[in-house]
């Protein structure tokens, strides 16, 4: 059985799902035995986290611009890993941790 995807609900989680990005991006994911590979942690899975959580936890009015903001970092910390430039990528990981850290829920 397939469980539906992670939401990070917190600023907390969020940062958690972050520092997964930022320790396991681009191909050194903690691998669970008992996990069917599609199930397994990768780069595009918790890319998929980071913007869940963002549209979440930043749901108000108010975030419209930061929550922009974040996506797009998101999305070229993800084009940086996928193209193996693995030190911008973790560049663009402390802008993504400092905009959540910054920005009240």
Avoid: W
């Amino acid at each position: 059985m397939i469980m539906p995807p992670y939401t990070p609900e917190t600023k907390g989680q969020l940062l958690e799902v972050h520092a997964t990005l930022f320790l396991g991006a681009p191909d050194g994911f903690f691998e669970l035995p008992n996990l069917p590979p599609e199930e397994q942690e990768n780069l595009e899975s918790v890319v998929a986290e980071l913007h869940r959580g963002v549209d979440h936890v930043f749901r108000k009015e108010r975030h419209a611009d930061m929550r922009a903001q974040l996506h797009a970092v998101i999305d070229e910390t993800y084009a940086q890993f996928k193209a193996g430039n693995v030190h911008e990528g973790r560049m663009l990981c402390h802008k993504i941790e400092d905009l959540i850290s910054q920005t009240r829920p």
